[in-house]
C-alpha cells in the first residue's frame, strides 16, 4: 500500500531522514518506534506532502506521491493525525469533525459524524461544546474522530498516547486495534515501545535519521538491542 525508498529529506542544509525504506500493507498496523528527535514527525509529513523530500521515492498503491501537497495526499487517502492533536480550540467539536470532511468523503458528511459518535460516545454529548475545553484526551479523540471523517485508505496516527494518563493510553492502545480490526492501514509513530509491538503487525527503530531495526512485532520485542535500548533491560 505504502512504500518509502531510499528517502532523504530535512529542512534547509538540515538533513534530518537518511535513505529511510519501509513498507505498509494493506490492513496492517506497522509501528515506527523512535525517541524525541529521531526524524519521526519529519517522515510524516513527507508523506503527508509537508515536506518535499531531497531524495528516494514514496509510493502508494503504486503511484508516485513524493511531488503531490497535503491536499491531494488527503484526496487519495492518506490522512495524518498530527502529534499535540492540532485541533481548533475555539470551535465546537461537531465544527471540528466536520472539517475532517472538507476534501474528502464531504458528501457522507452526516453519516460519517454518526459513524465517529458511535466510536467516540464522549464526543457526541459535546458536539456543541468549544474544542479547547475538552480534557486531553477527548481532545485526542476527537484529533481522530476528525481524521476518520475524510475515510482514510491509511491512517497515521502521530503520537497519539503523548501526554495522557496510564488508562487513557489502555483505551488508546484498544480503540486503535478495534480501529484496526474493521480493515483501516495504520501507520502508528510512538515513543510507547511495548504498548506498540503488542498491537503492531510489523514495526520500524528510527535512530538519528536512520532506520536500526525492523521485522515482526513479536521478534523485535525479544531483540537485545531494543530491550536495552528502550526498555532498560
Known amino acids: 500500500m505504502l512504500e518509502i525508498a531510499e528517502l532523504a529529506a530535512g529542512y534547509g542544509a538540515v538533513k534530518v531522514l537518511h535513505n529511510v525504506s519501509l513498507m505498509v500493507e494493506p490492513g496492517e498496523i506497522v509501528a515506527l518506534l523512535g525517541s524525541n528527535g529521531a526524524g519521526k514527525s519529519t517522515l510524516n509529513n513527507v508523506i503527508s506532502g509537508v515536506i518535499k523530500p531531497y531524495g528516494g521515492a514514496v509510493s502508494f ?4 506521491i513524493s511531488g503531490l501537497g497535503p491536499d ?9 493525525v498530527p502529534e499535540g492533536r492540532r485541533i481548533f480550540p475555539n470551535m465546537t467539536v461537531r465544527e471540528n469533525l466536520e472539517l475532517g470532511a472538507y ?16 466510536i467516540f460516545p464522549r464526543l457526541k454529548e459535546r458536539f456543541n461544546q468549544l ?19 475524510g475515510e482514510p485508505e491509511l491512517l497515521i496516527l502521530d503520537e497519539p498516547s503523548l ?7 489502555e483505551e488508546m492502545f484498544g480503540l ?15 515513543q510507547n515501545v511495548v504498548q506498540s509491538l503488542d498491537i503492531a503487525t510489523r514495526a520500524y527503530v528510527l535512530e538519528n535519521g536512520v532506520i536500526t531495526l525492523h521485522g515482526k ?5 525479544q531483540n537485545d538491542q531494543l530491550r536495552k535500548s528502550y526498555l532498560g533491560i
Do not use: F, W, Y
Request: proline share 1%.
Open 176 to 190: 486503535i486495534a478495534r480501529l484496526n480490526a474493521q480493515g483501516l492501514a495504520i501507520l502508528l509513530v510512538e
Open 61 to 64: 498503491e503504486g503511484r508516485d
Open 217 to 221: 512485532s513479536a521478534d523485535l520485542l
Open 131 to 149: 474544542a479547547g475545553t475538552l480534557s486531553g484526551g477527548e481532545q485526542q479523540m476527537l484529533a481522530i474522530g476528525r481524521g476518520l471523517m
Open 163 to 169: 501526554g495522557l494518563s496510564p488508562l487513557l493510553v
Open 103 to 118: 476534501r474528502r468523503a464531504r458528501q457522507r458528511r452526516a453519516d460519517n459524524i454518526v459513524h465517529v459518535a458511535s
Open 72 to 80: 491531494k495526499i488527503v484526496d487519495i487517502g492518506i490522512i495524518q
